[in-house]
Nanobody, 121 residues
Framework: QVQLVESGGGLVQPGGSLGLSCAAS????????MRWYRQAPGKQRELVAA???????NYANSVKGRFTISRDNAKNTVFLQMNSLNPEDTAVYYC???????????????WGQGIQITVSS
């Protein structure tokens, strides 16, 4: 079993910055894609940013130039640095990992529990 634990959420004023982290633990052989999604009230969950094991990145148009995704493969951790935040960034943020099991080599996807980001003055 694998767990993803997010940290770093909270309340920030418009124009401010916040950093998220998500640590994966458990029976992990390797992790390929790691991603951040978000879901605002009344809206569908959307992809915010993604990073491969080789650190190739992809961003939603709405966050390009403001958010930066990175990862520490040795620690099975993914980060999301968010700058120039605005109220439209308010949402629950979820991390996602595509994990190869250390037990049976099966590939499975896992989700974090979600963490609230609120951008408000």
């Amino acid at each position: 079993q694998v767990q993803l634990v997010e940290s770093g959420g909270g309340l920030v004023q418009p124009g401010g910055s916040l950093g998220l982290s998500c640590a994966a633990s458990g029976s992990i052989f390797s992790i390929s894609d790691m991603r951040w999604y978000r879901q605002a009230p009344g809206k569908q969950r959307e992809l915010v940013a993604a990073i491969t094991s080789g650190s190739s990145t992809n961003y939603a148009n709405s966050v390009k130039g403001r958010f930066t995704i990175s990862r520490d493969n040795a620690k099975n951790t993914v980060f999301l640095q968010m700058n120039s935040l605005n109220p439209e960034d308010t949402a629950v943020y979820y991390c996602y990992a595509d994990v190869k099991s250390a037990i049976n080599s099966d590939d499975r996807t896992y989700w974090g529990q979600g963490i609230q980001i609120t951008v408000s003055s």
